[in-house]
């Protein structure tokens, strides 16, 4: 997605931004208020919503969506994958190489309308990992 480059950068917007980038724990929009709420008090938990909103879909932010969990941001707009806890649902970077290519017109023919793709790993992260060792010692 491309960033828009005459998105208004208001002050809630601005905020909002610094805030998300200075993590990377990928944030859900609750989580991301209570952080905002320490500079700006005032601030509604909709506006947040807002806001969080119109700089995914100006390419400033990431919105992402795995699985079956909640909608969870990432101040980091370039083209990377993630990974998710299926316990606690903690989202992480994955560190490797995201130019993985899949031609989308080379796919088998199709009645939908391809957008795009997800590729997404899951797995224990490691506290669920170290608990879930811990609770079969216990056994």
Known sequence: MQKHPNLRMTRQ??????????????????ELYEMVRKRLPRISLGTVYRNLEVLSESGEIKKLEPGCSLKRFDGNPSEHFHI????????????????????????????????????????????????????????
């Open 84 to 139: 998710r806890c299926i316990r606690c649902d903690r989202i992480a970077d994955v560190p490797m190489a995201s130019d993985l290519e899949i031609d989308l017109a080379d796919m088998t023919p199709t009645e939908y309308e391809i957008l795009g793709h997800r590729l997404e790993f899951f797995g224990l992260c490691p506290y669920c990992s170290n608990n879930s060792k811990t609770d079969a010692n216990r056994s």
């Open 13 to 30: 917007r601005q905020v909002i931004l610094e805030e998300l980038r200075k993590v990377n724990t990928h944030p859900s929009a609750d």
